[in-house]
């Protein structure tokens, strides 16, 4: 898995971290995620936004890793949005009823309103 963040200052949710995950976010991948999740969170911008376009598989270590940066991100006071969801992984999170709970996107420039 591949995990890159970038801070972006001008975007409609205002100064935001958008880190971009590829790959399969396993129990053995998604530490690398938590630990970037963690970082941006830390940076206390207005928003985290999480690129999952290019992630083909999410096993429950993945999905309850974004539960807890979306925990430690209302804490903190910033919005945490995932974005782009391959079917696979809204499949997932839909079973799980985790749709509900989190602030979708359907695309990384629709989050960050570019």
Same mark, same amino acid.
């Not at 399969?24 to 969170?41: F, G, K, N, T």
């Given at each position: 898995?591949?995990?890159?963040?970038?801070? !972006?200052?001008?975007?409609?949710?205002?100064?935001?971290?958008?880190?971009?995950?590829?790959?399969?976010?396993?129990?053995?991948?998604?530490?690398?995620?938590?630990?970037?999740?963690?970082?941006?969170?830390?940076?206390?911008?207005?928003?985290?936004?999480?690129? !999952?376009?290019?992630?083909?598989?999410?096993?429950?270590?993945?999905?309850?890793?974004?539960?807890? *940066?979306?925990? !430690?991100?209302?804490?903190?006071?910033? *919005?945490?949005?995932?974005?782009?969801?391959?079917?696979?992984?809204?499949?997932?999170?839909?079973?799980?009823? !985790?749709?509900?709970?989190?602030?979708?996107?359907?695309?990384?420039?629709?989050?960050?309103?570019?």
């Amino acid at each position: 898995m591949q995990v890159t963040t970038e801070l !972006l200052e001008n975007t409609k949710l205002g100064r935001a971290a958008l880190i971009a995950a590829a790959g399969e976010v396993d129990m053995h991948e998604s530490p690398r995620l938590r630990s970037a999740l963690l970082e941006a969170i830390a940076l206390r911008p207005a928003a985290v936004v999480v690129d !999952l376009s290019a992630v083909t598989f999410i096993d429950s270590s993945g999905v309850a890793t974004l539960v807890e *940066a979306m925990k !430690l991100a209302k804490a903190a006071g910033v *919005a945490l949005v995932l974005a782009g969801m391959t079917e696979n992984v809204a499949d997932v999170f839909a079973l799980a009823r !985790l749709d509900k709970f989190f602030r979708l996107a359907a695309s990384r420039g629709e989050a960050l309103g570019v």
